[in-house]
Protein backbone atom coordinates (compact mmCIF):
# COMPACT_ATOMS: atom_id res chain seq x y z
CA UNK A 1 0.00 0.00 0.00
CA UNK A 2 1.33 3.93 -0.84
CA UNK A 3 0.19 6.32 1.45
CA UNK A 4 1.00 10.23 0.11
CA UNK A 5 1.79 12.70 2.32
CA UNK A 6 2.42 16.36 1.27
CA UNK A 7 4.94 18.61 2.07
CA UNK A 8 4.50 22.84 2.11
CA UNK A 9 7.34 25.06 3.55
CA UNK A 10 8.05 28.73 3.77
CA UNK A 11 4.58 30.41 3.47
CA UNK A 12 5.85 33.42 5.22
CA UNK A 13 2.34 34.58 5.88
CA UNK A 14 2.26 38.11 7.18
CA UNK A 15 -0.71 40.57 7.95
CA UNK A 16 -3.86 40.91 5.33
CA UNK A 17 -2.52 43.06 2.35
CA UNK A 18 1.16 42.82 2.94
CA UNK A 19 3.17 41.44 0.62
CA UNK A 20 7.12 39.91 -0.21
CA UNK A 21 8.27 41.43 -3.53
CA UNK A 22 5.38 42.32 -4.64
CA UNK A 23 3.62 38.87 -3.54
CA UNK A 24 0.54 37.89 -1.66
CA UNK A 25 1.63 35.02 0.67
CA UNK A 26 -1.74 34.23 1.28
CA UNK A 27 -3.33 33.74 -2.03
CA UNK A 28 -0.03 32.20 -3.07
CA UNK A 29 -0.06 29.66 0.18
CA UNK A 30 -4.05 29.24 -0.84
CA UNK A 31 -3.65 28.16 -4.66
CA UNK A 32 -0.80 25.41 -3.23
CA UNK A 33 -3.13 24.46 -0.85
CA UNK A 34 -5.90 23.99 -3.40
CA UNK A 35 -3.59 22.75 -6.04
CA UNK A 36 -2.28 20.02 -3.36
CA UNK A 37 -5.70 19.07 -1.74
CA UNK A 38 -7.51 18.25 -5.59
CA UNK A 39 -5.19 16.60 -6.58
CA UNK A 40 -4.26 14.44 -3.52
CA UNK A 41 -7.48 14.93 -1.13
CA UNK A 42 -6.35 11.25 0.01
CA UNK A 43 -2.92 12.21 1.79
CA UNK A 44 -2.31 10.76 5.07
CA UNK A 45 -0.66 14.44 6.15
CA UNK A 46 0.23 17.52 5.57
CA UNK A 47 3.74 18.63 6.61
CA UNK A 48 4.43 22.29 6.97
CA UNK A 49 8.19 22.84 7.67
CA UNK A 50 8.26 26.27 8.87
CA UNK A 51 8.78 29.83 8.36
CA UNK A 52 4.72 29.89 8.60
CA UNK A 53 4.64 33.60 9.23
CA UNK A 54 7.21 36.31 8.15
CA UNK A 55 7.11 38.15 11.75
CA UNK A 56 5.92 35.49 14.38
CA UNK A 57 2.95 38.07 14.82
CA UNK A 58 -0.27 36.94 16.43
CA UNK A 59 -2.35 39.28 13.91
CA UNK A 60 -0.31 36.62 11.25
CA UNK A 61 -0.89 33.12 12.87
CA UNK A 62 -4.45 34.55 12.72
CA UNK A 63 -4.25 34.73 8.97
CA UNK A 64 -2.31 31.46 8.71
CA UNK A 65 -5.36 30.08 10.71
CA UNK A 66 -7.75 31.33 8.34
CA UNK A 67 -6.56 29.80 5.61
CA UNK A 68 -5.48 26.54 7.03
CA UNK A 69 -9.21 26.30 8.16
CA UNK A 70 -9.74 25.08 4.65
CA UNK A 71 -7.43 22.07 5.01
CA UNK A 72 -9.33 18.78 5.18
CA UNK A 73 -5.88 16.89 5.32
CA UNK A 74 -4.42 16.41 8.73
CA UNK A 75 -1.43 18.98 9.04
CA UNK A 76 1.66 18.24 11.18
CA UNK A 77 2.88 22.20 11.81
CA UNK A 78 6.58 22.92 12.33
CA UNK A 79 8.04 26.14 12.88
CA UNK A 80 11.23 27.90 11.65
CA UNK A 81 13.26 31.51 11.95
CA UNK A 82 10.86 33.43 11.30
CA UNK A 83 8.16 31.63 13.42
CA UNK A 84 7.76 32.70 17.25
CA UNK A 85 6.61 29.59 19.86
CA UNK A 86 4.77 31.54 21.93
CA UNK A 87 2.59 33.64 19.58
CA UNK A 88 2.45 30.26 17.42
CA UNK A 89 1.16 28.22 20.50
CA UNK A 90 -1.17 31.47 21.77
CA UNK A 91 -3.02 30.37 18.52
CA UNK A 92 -2.69 26.70 17.83
CA UNK A 93 -2.36 25.31 21.43
CA UNK A 94 -3.35 22.05 20.02
CA UNK A 95 0.28 21.66 18.31
CA UNK A 96 2.18 18.54 19.28
CA UNK A 97 4.85 19.81 22.06
CA UNK A 98 7.58 18.33 23.94
CA UNK A 99 7.57 18.54 27.90
CA UNK A 100 10.40 21.38 27.06
CA UNK A 101 8.33 23.25 25.04
CA UNK A 102 9.56 22.78 21.55
CA UNK A 103 6.81 21.94 18.58
CA UNK A 104 8.04 18.83 17.39
CA UNK A 105 6.61 15.22 17.26
CA UNK A 106 6.94 11.75 15.42
CA UNK A 107 3.91 9.91 13.58
CA UNK A 108 4.08 6.54 11.84
CA UNK A 109 2.39 6.49 8.45
CA UNK A 110 2.60 2.56 7.28
CA UNK A 111 5.67 1.56 7.01
CA UNK A 112 7.40 4.85 7.60
CA UNK A 113 7.76 7.31 11.17
CA UNK A 114 7.74 11.27 10.16
CA UNK A 115 9.93 13.11 12.85
CA UNK A 116 9.26 16.28 12.45
CA UNK A 117 11.80 18.75 14.58
CA UNK A 118 11.76 22.24 16.31
CA UNK A 119 14.81 24.01 15.06
CA UNK A 120 14.77 27.59 16.26
CA UNK A 121 16.88 28.58 17.99
CA UNK A 122 15.53 31.07 20.87
CA UNK A 123 14.54 32.51 23.20
CA UNK A 124 16.39 34.69 23.85
CA UNK A 125 16.02 36.15 19.83
CA UNK A 126 18.34 38.47 18.40
CA UNK A 127 17.57 40.53 15.54
CA UNK A 128 18.93 39.34 12.19
CA UNK A 129 19.56 35.99 13.80
CA UNK A 130 18.37 33.51 11.41
CA UNK A 131 20.20 30.54 11.87
CA UNK A 132 19.06 27.32 13.70
CA UNK A 133 19.65 24.88 16.59
CA UNK A 134 19.15 21.89 17.51
CA UNK A 135 19.88 21.82 21.79
CA UNK A 136 20.48 18.56 23.23
CA UNK A 137 16.81 18.18 24.29
CA UNK A 138 16.09 17.85 21.02
CA UNK A 139 18.95 15.65 19.15
CA UNK A 140 18.03 13.29 22.46
CA UNK A 141 14.56 13.44 21.24
CA UNK A 142 15.79 12.83 17.65
CA UNK A 143 17.74 9.99 18.72
CA UNK A 144 14.59 8.03 20.38
CA UNK A 145 12.62 8.98 17.44
CA UNK A 146 15.11 6.88 15.23
CA UNK A 147 15.56 4.01 17.92
CA UNK A 148 12.30 3.25 18.39
CA UNK A 149 10.90 3.17 14.89
CA UNK A 150 10.96 -0.87 14.65
CA UNK A 151 12.09 -1.26 11.02
CA UNK A 152 10.19 1.93 10.00
CA UNK A 153 11.80 3.61 7.10
CA UNK A 154 12.01 7.55 8.86
CA UNK A 155 11.08 10.83 7.12
CA UNK A 156 13.27 13.60 8.96
CA UNK A 157 12.01 16.61 8.99
CA UNK A 158 14.40 19.91 9.85
CA UNK A 159 13.54 23.50 9.03
CA UNK A 160 16.98 24.38 9.03
CA UNK A 161 19.22 22.41 6.66
CA UNK A 162 22.16 20.62 8.65
CA UNK A 163 24.31 21.00 5.63
CA UNK A 164 25.81 23.26 2.73
CA UNK A 165 24.51 23.55 -0.59
CA UNK A 166 26.96 25.93 -2.26
CA UNK A 167 24.95 29.03 -1.66
CA UNK A 168 27.33 30.46 0.58
CA UNK A 169 24.46 33.26 1.58
CA UNK A 170 22.38 30.66 3.30
CA UNK A 171 25.33 28.65 4.05
CA UNK A 172 25.82 30.85 6.58
CA UNK A 173 22.16 30.29 8.39
CA UNK A 174 22.28 26.57 8.02
CA UNK A 175 21.74 24.55 11.30
CA UNK A 176 24.31 25.86 13.69
CA UNK A 177 25.52 22.32 15.10
CA UNK A 178 24.51 20.91 11.32
CA UNK A 179 27.66 18.70 11.70
CA UNK A 180 26.71 17.31 14.83
CA UNK A 181 23.15 16.39 13.43
CA UNK A 182 24.48 14.86 9.94
CA UNK A 183 27.00 12.79 12.49
CA UNK A 184 23.71 11.23 14.86
CA UNK A 185 21.58 10.79 11.41
CA UNK A 186 24.49 9.09 9.76
CA UNK A 187 24.49 6.41 12.61
CA UNK A 188 21.36 5.20 11.46
CA UNK A 189 20.06 3.52 8.28
CA UNK A 190 17.28 3.92 6.04
CA UNK A 191 16.46 7.79 6.60
CA UNK A 192 15.39 10.78 4.39
CA UNK A 193 15.79 14.38 5.35
CA UNK A 194 13.62 17.21 4.31
CA UNK A 195 13.93 20.39 5.06
CA UNK A 196 12.71 24.14 4.28
CA UNK A 197 14.69 27.66 4.78
CA UNK A 198 15.80 27.71 1.33
CA UNK A 199 12.70 28.40 -0.60
CA UNK A 200 14.72 25.95 -3.84
CA UNK A 201 14.16 22.61 -4.60
CA UNK A 202 17.52 20.97 -3.88
CA UNK A 203 18.27 17.54 -3.33
CA UNK A 204 21.99 15.55 -2.63
CA UNK A 205 23.58 14.12 0.09
CA UNK A 206 25.90 14.83 2.94
CA UNK A 207 28.38 11.92 4.43
CA UNK A 208 25.61 9.33 3.24
CA UNK A 209 22.86 10.79 4.41
CA UNK A 210 20.11 11.72 1.61
CA UNK A 211 18.00 14.85 1.91
CA UNK A 212 15.83 16.69 -0.28
CA UNK A 213 15.02 20.86 -0.06
CA UNK A 214 11.48 22.38 -1.08
CA UNK A 215 10.50 25.48 -2.61
CA UNK A 216 8.33 28.05 -1.18
CA UNK A 217 4.84 28.37 -2.04
CA UNK A 218 5.54 32.30 -2.26
CA UNK A 219 9.23 33.72 -2.84
CA UNK A 220 11.80 31.50 -4.25
CA UNK A 221 15.20 31.90 -3.41
CA UNK A 222 18.07 31.97 -6.13
CA UNK A 223 20.48 30.27 -6.83
CA UNK A 224 23.79 32.21 -5.71
CA UNK A 225 27.32 30.60 -5.61
CA UNK A 226 29.07 34.11 -5.25
CA UNK A 227 26.97 36.56 -2.79
CA UNK A 228 26.92 36.65 0.75
CA UNK A 229 23.28 37.57 0.86
CA UNK A 230 21.13 35.60 2.15
CA UNK A 231 17.93 37.87 1.35
CA UNK A 232 17.99 37.27 -2.86
CA UNK A 233 14.83 36.12 -3.94
CA UNK A 234 12.60 35.62 -7.05
CA UNK A 235 8.64 35.25 -7.80
CA UNK A 236 9.00 31.79 -9.59
CA UNK A 237 5.87 29.75 -9.06
CA UNK A 238 4.79 28.07 -5.96
CA UNK A 239 5.30 24.74 -5.14
CA UNK A 240 4.63 22.06 -3.01
CA UNK A 241 6.43 18.12 -2.05
CA UNK A 242 5.11 14.90 -2.43
CA UNK A 243 6.17 11.83 -0.93
CA UNK A 244 4.63 8.29 -1.81
CA UNK A 245 5.38 6.20 0.96
CA UNK A 246 5.44 2.18 0.81
CA UNK A 247 7.37 -1.14 2.21
CA UNK A 248 10.23 -0.61 -0.29
CA UNK A 249 10.86 3.22 0.31
CA UNK A 250 10.29 6.81 -0.66
CA UNK A 251 9.58 8.84 -3.84
CA UNK A 252 9.48 12.32 -3.83
CA UNK A 253 7.77 14.84 -6.27
CA UNK A 254 8.00 18.88 -6.27
CA UNK A 255 5.30 20.14 -7.74
CA UNK A 256 5.42 23.86 -9.31
CA UNK A 257 1.75 25.66 -8.95
CA UNK A 258 0.30 28.81 -11.00
CA UNK A 259 2.62 28.36 -14.22
CA UNK A 260 -0.56 28.58 -16.35
CA UNK A 261 1.56 25.80 -18.22
CA UNK A 262 -1.19 23.23 -19.57
CA UNK A 263 -0.90 19.64 -19.73
CA UNK A 264 -1.12 18.08 -23.32
CA UNK A 265 -1.18 13.63 -23.90
CA UNK A 266 1.36 14.73 -26.48
CA UNK A 267 0.76 11.19 -28.58
CA UNK A 268 -3.01 12.84 -29.08
CA UNK A 269 -1.63 16.24 -30.04
CA UNK A 270 1.02 14.90 -32.45
CA UNK A 271 -2.08 13.29 -34.56
FE1 LIG B 1 11.78 31.08 4.81
Request: charged share 20%; net charge negative; glycine share 10%.
Amino acid sequence: MVHKILFVTDPHICAPGQRIIGLDPSLRLAAVLDAAILAHPDAAALVLLGDLTHHGLAAEYEELDRILGAVSVPIIPMIGNHDRRDAFLARFPDAPQTPQGHIQTWRDIGDHRIITMDSLDGPPYHHGQHAGLLCPDRLAFLEDALATRAGRHAIVCIHHPPFDTGVIGMDRIKLRNGSDVIDLLARHANLHLVCGHLHQTVSGNTRGVPWTVFKSPCHQGVVELVKQSSSLSTDEPGAYGLGLLSANGLIIHSIDVGTGARVVDGYAAAT
